[in-house]
């Protein structure tokens, strides 16, 4: 074989691999995955059923109250990323059983199956109203969207994508915190993305992150309060402490309205609550104020 | 039988002593002390170790700093709320080389630990910590910080006013600096609160100190609602100084005397500042560069797992 028709066949493979990598994405799996018609979900806020179907067409906003429901990460890429653009990055991540806990590995696999997940967290690139940048979703249905060594991997490799591709990064947090069942190693993820993040920042390029329900511990404690702009979701939790951890601590009842993101608002840990339906269009315009200028 | 009851057992006979004139006797009791130290005191289990690193008798950072820093000036407050006594912060002298050194201290008494607040920080207390960190970095002094906390502390003040923001901005810029940073855990290494102090480029442990990401209580309520299991939490979350040596989450174990700390302060006071020294001369021959690509990139390699090899995918039926 000639060296010309050797590197054709060689990009050939790659091409085939490529395939074969963009069809196992945690993306393409999950867009396969649909909600049956009848089924209905009670909401928290207003305590009236709602139909799942229709409300995903609703962006998961309630119709009869507003209240934002959680938002699996595969269709808050669906409604912010522009149509066909998205591609996934970071795949093939296998998370450990470090600790050799009983029973984590099994509740991995389960959450595994449900979400179509690799784990908590995916991300790509993507272009929002035509502008580029990164894109990274936590997914809360994924074991409360924790961060684990595999979490903590991903989010920093988001960073180190978008330092590579010198874009901005936009971080949708939703999380209960660090993994417990990774003990050590998850708390270490916090220094890992906070150090990500310096990287980033340095590079004098934009970081957003979108703090949507529930965004509490080592998340909050890191990567999600880091941001140059931080942007929250009407009524999300946000918060260091859980609010049943601090009630046990203080041993009172906490004040209507406690650590919800129009509180975290007026005490100045973020810049505004947006609303689900205005969200995508002032993300873009954010990109695009923050435009490189050649 | 857990280290509380062995350690009472040795006070008893310590008591002994003091009661015998006879010098015989004493010498066969002194014999007896150290052998029973030896025995049942050389092996612990990981929950003995919570206890000892929670012992009311353990010596506080401030019996550390004045020992190894006697000229130790206390800084106080963080310039935007108050000053928070959970967190002690100042400017000291270890063998001739200027430190700023901070640590969390635990009280003594229960008046002292309702004034240190069991050493649980507000965030204003990480906002001095950061201060002062800042002056260091302005001074290329070395940074010392010794960590004992519970965690941080979860309240609706320290809620309002951003612990998680605090938190965070700690590790952003604890990873950014480019004077060392040395961090001992000297007692409980609790969560993101104990972390918020320890990013460090060098980070040791004394050997009854744990080290985790919650109680084990907490653990226990969490996983087997049931906070009574905690020793039994203690052993799965793996939170001692070997079991962290091991994953190289720290560089170094300081040995403390049999049966912990508080049995001969002095020595280990000597011990931790040797080890401080030893790795402070290692440190020192690095430049400022060196020093922050090399902490660097040990924070980037936290972590366990694994990724899913795609070269060889052509064999793969589809």
Known sequence: MTSIAKTLHKRKKIKNNLKIIQEQSSFAKAQKMDVPEGLYEKCPSCNRTVNMKSNIANDYICKHCGNHFRMRAIDRIRYIVDEDTFVEKGLGYITLNPLFQDGYEEKISHYKKTTNLDDAYIYGFGQINGQQCVVGVMDSYFLMGSMGSVVGEKVTKSFEYAVYKKLPIIIFTASGGARMQEGIFSLMQMAKTSAAVAKHSKMGLLYISVLTHPTTGGVTASFATLGDIILAEPGALIGFAGPRVIEQTIKQKLPDGFQTAEFMEEKGFVDKVVHRKDLKKTLAQLLLMHRRVA | ?318
């Open chain 2, 1 to 318: 039988m857990d280290i509380l009851a062995k350690e009472r057992k040795v006070k008893e006979l310590e008591k002994q002593i003091s009661e015998l004139g006879n010098s015989e006797a004493v010498v066969k009791i002194k014999q007896e002390i150290t052998r029973y130290k030896e025995k049942e005191m050389r092996k612990l289990s990981a929950w003995d170790r919570v206890l000892l690193a929670r012992h009311q008798q353990r010596p506080t950072a401030m019996d550390f700093i004045q020992f190894m820093a006697p000229d130790f000036i206390e800084l106080h407050g963080d310039r935007l709320f108050r000053d928070d006594h959970s967190i002690i912060g100042g400017i000291g002298t270890i063998d001739g080389v200027v430190f700023t050194i901070i640590a969390q201290q635990k009280g003594k008494s229960l008046e002292e630990n309702l004034e240190r607040n069991f050493a649980m920080p507000h965030p204003e207390g990480y906002r001095k910590a950061l201060r002062l960190m800042q002056q260091a970095q302005k001074f290329k002094r070395p940074i010392l910080t010794l960590i004992d906390t519970p965690g941080a502390y979860p309240g609706i003040g320290a809620e309002e006013r951003g612990q998680g923001h605090a938190i965070a901005q700690n590790l952003l810029e604890m990873s950014q600096f480019t004077v060392p940073i040395i961090t001992v855990i000297i007692g409980e290494g609790g969560s993101g609160g104990a972390l918020a102090l320890g990013v460090a480029n060098k980070v040791m442990m004394l050997e009854n100190a744990i080290y985790s990401i919650l109680s084990p209580e907490g653990y226990a309520s969490i996983i087997w609602k049931d906070s009574n299991l905690a020793p039994k939490a203690a052993e799965v979350m793996k939170l001692t100084a070997y079991d962290l040596k091991e994953f190289s989450i720290i560089d170094r174990i300081i040995m403390e005397p049999l049966g912990g700390a508080h049995f001969d302060k002095v020595k280990t006071f000597q011990d931790t500042k040797n080890a401080i020294m030893e790795e402070f001369n290692k440190l020192r021959r690095l430049s400022p560069t060196e020093l922050h690509y090399l902490k660097n990139n040990k924070i980037r390699n936290y972590g366990f797992l694994q990724r899913f090899n795609y070269d060889n995918l052509g064999g793969i039926k589809r």
